[in-house]
């Protein structure tokens, strides 16, 4: 076969997905629906994959342009616009496939997620229904409205279809054995002067803000309970929470497991930039750890500033 280098790159980013032999062929069987044989063709180059199923294997496993193409020297970053307000079929595909892949880290002891932020972490807000609907009709307000009038809380609407699925990536999330936050001391602080702006513009009513109010009220207790335990009382899987001594600007989080190790930084409200350069990774994880020194670490160890922290968050938002 001609001008092998881009087909052996290919091939090495594979083994990079799955190490194991094995388990790669069964995973292209499964993704491609082909037969045993017609992998291991393929992998010892007898025929090459069709273009369809590199792009199908690119798209599906996260494997960027440049490393098939073995270009170097440079850190790509990507982004994946998504359609929260009518998610299309494929959309809602990729999101049970996450859910998927979540779910089998329940047997992966040393899975990471570290998040940075000044703001609730997706996965936090996705077990609490209209929490949710607030960040989206935000996100609509600022970046998806086409509209020329603002579309009101009340008419922020998910789909149950969307709101099941965002269920179980909430739930799903658990399974990661280790998760980190740290949160920019005045998180709840920002969050609170959008609902009263909101509120000003009567983008929010009085019921709209007593129900954002409740399931708030609600992620403080789950997450009083999450710190005080330093797990998550659903898996048993370690958290740590930290409060930043200084304001956090940008939001950036990593996910590193055996098949899969992101790095993201947090844009538009929604949206990701992403790579999966694990050099870029290792810096990622590098900044975090310095970013604790900063910190206070509030889970299991510091109980007096735990509670002092919960107990100021939950009185602004009694007072919203």
């Given amino acids: 076969m001609e001008n092998d280098l881009w087909y052996d790159s290919f091939l090495e980013a594979l083994h990079k997905r799955f190490p194991q032999r094995t388990q790669l062929v069964q995973e292209l069987m499964n993704l491609l629906v082909i037969e045993r044989e017609a992998v291991y063709r393929r992998l010892r ?45 494929k959309e809602l595909d990729q999101l049970q496939q996450l859910v998927q892949f979540l779910d089998q880290l329940k047997f992966s002891p040393d899975s990471e997620y570290v998040e940075i932020s000044n703001k609730l972490s997706r996965f936090l807000i996705s077990g609490f229904k209209n929490l949710d609907r607030f960040y989206l009709f935000k996100w609509m307000y600022q970046y998806g409205n086409n509209e020329e009038k603002a579309i009101p809380f009340s008419r922020t609407i998910i789909s149950e279809e969307k709101h099941r699925l965002t269920v179980e990536y909430y739930q799903a999330m658990k399974n990661i054995a280790n998760v980190n936050y740290v949160w920019d001391h005045m998180l709840f602080e920002y969050l609170a002067y959008d609902i009263r702006y909101f509120y000003s513009i009567q983008l929010i009513t009085d019921e709209d803000k007593k129900l954002i109010k409740e399931d708030l009220l ?11 335990k330093g797990s998550f009382p659903e898996t048993k899987n370690k958290v740590g929470l930290y409060i930043s001594r200084i304001n956090i600007d940008t939001n950036f989080s990593y996910i590193y497991t055996e098949k899969l190790k992101l790095g993201r930084i947090h844009v538009f409200g929604k949206h990701d930039v992403y790579t999966s350069d694990l050099g870029m990774i290792t810096n990622f994880k590098t900044w975090m750890q310095l970013k604790k020194r900063s910190s206070v670490q509030i889970s299991e160890v510091d109980e007096r500033h735990r509670i002092e922290f919960f107990m100021k968050q939950r009185q602004l938002i009694a007072h919203l």
């Fill in 45 to 89: 180059k007898d025929v090459v994959f069709p273009a369809h199923e590199v792009i199908k294997i690119a798209s599906t496993w996260n494997i960027p342009l440049y490393e098939i193409t073995g270009i170097s020297g440079q850190v790509p970053f990507l982004m994946q616009p998504t359609n929260y307000i009518e998610p299309s079929d």
């Fill in 218 to 228: 609600a992620l403080l207790d789950y997450m009083s309970e999450v710190a005080n």
